[in-house]
């Protein structure tokens, strides 16, 4: 039975109920006659106290159980004199399914680094913050589903492996399964079309261009999935390997787009306020102490939206010093992003209309000629979370802008295509997901909101 059923019994009915329950020990403490183990099944963060007396046949091995032990115990609820919890159980049984070394077990009862943490990132889900943050994430993953499936969208599961760039970045792992020792070369040049595909494939970097496809045929389709890019950023922000929430729609426009990013990510946040409050007060405790505060404010306001070129304005007009100087043209750094959404706006900002020379192909060029209609959200604490357009729906415009930006039209036949035949205003954008668990939880490092961060120089 997991805890959280126990929880519910207690509310509703006497105790003195025979349970069983099965979980890890966390800590035991010994008294003269009787032993008391915290154990943990894992289902929420609460604990068990289990009261182990003298009398239990086994009594002897359950004295010598040490922290990270399975077991099984079956015994009758009581409620606890002790005032650290409500309740406790007595045990009439108690099987001891695995031990675990106290010499060589790794998560001994201390709080333990999250830098130490990483190194054995199959135990850290045991540990109360991992463990919370797997269950936030999973909830949270549950919420996604759900907000799309009540607006009528479509889900569409997008190609992990392909052979388009979309961010037009260059930075994908090769998928081939061409001999590395012996490669076929033709001209002095690898021969891909004797690779499995006929020509050279890389994981995807984002799910964008095949839901297009999608949204131009069922109107409003997402994909949601890992996601892979070969860029050599050890920060705290970048993961080589991600998860990215994609929507894309028919027939809408730059506002429509940045109207339901907005209400996505209020969505995803009172969800977790609602759902996931035993696990968030772990992390309003020992990680970000102004979580809920920030949380709501993010609720109860409207995001600023303002012009890339106000925002270069502020940033110029500001008397902050930044390591990488700003001026109209340069992509937004990190350290200018949380500048405006953490000093000058004080909430999430949403600037849109940027510079074409620093955005992709897909965006749609705007009537000045020199902008897109692209839209990246910022958030307090994360910089950017969000990054979307309305994407260029004019055959010959996106033609000559992936000329522009050296992409060969040539390859993307297929994609110009839908401009073809049936073309419309449509837009879309990709939410970090392990960003959005960031700033949630208020977690500071990208590899500790997802089970097995994947980085440069390390599996
Ligand atoms: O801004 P990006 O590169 O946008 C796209 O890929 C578009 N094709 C999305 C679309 O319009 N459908 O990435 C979107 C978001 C970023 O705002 C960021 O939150 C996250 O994906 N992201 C990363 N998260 C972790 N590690 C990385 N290396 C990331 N790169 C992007
Ligand atoms: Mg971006």
């Not at 696990?279 to 505060?293: E, G, H, Q, S, T």
Request: net charge negative.
């Amino acid at each position: 039975m997991k805890y959280q059923l126990i929880v519910h019994i207690l509310d509703n009915k006497p105790v003195k109920q025979i349970i069983e329950v099965r979980g890890w020990l966390r800590t035991k403490r010994d008294s003269a006659r009787m032993s008391f183990l915290d154990i943990n099944d894992g289902s929420c963060l609460t604990g068990l106290q289990i009261i182990a007396e003298e009398k239990l046949q086994n009594y002897d091995e359950i004295r010598a159980l040490t922290t990270g032990s399975s077991l099984r115990v079956l015994g009758k609820l009581v409620h606890s004199p002790a005032k650290e919890q409500e309740m406790e159980l007595v045990a009439d049984e108690i099987e001891i399914y695995g031990t675990a070394a106290a010499e060589t077990y790794p998560l001994q009862k201390k709080r333990h680094s999250f830098e130490f943490l990483r190194e054995i990132n199959h135990l850290r889900p045991r540990t109360n913050s991992l463990g919370a943050m797997a269950r936030i994430r999973s909830s949270l993953s549950h919420a996604v589903y759900c907000f799309f499936q009540e607006r009528d969208f479509f889900q569409i599961h997008t190609p992990v492996i392909t052979t388009s760039d979309c961010e037009g970045a260059g930075e994908m792992f090769s998928v081939t399964s061409l001999n590395l020792d012996k490669l076929p070369r033709q001209n002095g040049k690898i021969d891909f079309n004797r690779d499995f595909f006929g020509c050279p494939a890389s994981l995807t970097v984002s799910g964008q261009l095949e839901a297009e496809a999608y949204a131009l045929a069922l109107g409003r389709v997402y994909t949601f999935g890992p996601t892979f890019r070969a860029e050599n950023s050890h920060t705290s922000r970048h993961l080589a390997e991600f998860w990215m929430l994609e929507p894309e729609m028919a027939f809408f426009d730059l506002n429509d787009d940045m109207d339901l990013a907005e209400e996505l990510i209020k969505h995803l946040i009172s969800h977790g306020l609602t759902n996931c409050r035993e696990d968030l007060d772990l992390f309003a405790r020992f990680i970000d102490k102004n979580l809920y505060d920030r949380l709501n404010s993010v609720l109860e306001n409207n995001f600023t939206r303002i012009d890339y070129t106000e925002a270069v304005d502020q940033l110029c007009q500001s008397d902050q010093q930044f390591t990488y100087p700003v001026t109209w043209g340069v992509d937004l750094q990190s350290e200018h992003e949380r500048y405006l959404t953490e000093k000058i706006y004080k909430r999430p900002v949403i600037v849109n209309n940027y510079p074409k020379t620093i955005k992709p192909f897909y965006m749609r060029v705007n009537d000045d000629e020199k902008t897109v209609a692209a839209m990246d959200i910022l958030m307090p604490g994360i910089g950017e979370i969000i990054g979307g357009s309305q994407r260029e729906e004019r055959l010959d415009i996106l033609k000559s802008r992936m000329q522009e930006t050296g992409v060969n039209p040539d390859d993307y036949e297929w994609y110009l295509d839908l401009r073809r035949y049936g073309t419309t205003p449509h837009s879309g954008f990709g939410l970090g997901f392990e960003r959005m668990i960031q700033f949630i939880t208020g977690m500071a490092n990208i590899r500790d909101v997802i089970p097995f961060p994947r980085t440069p120089g390390g599996g």
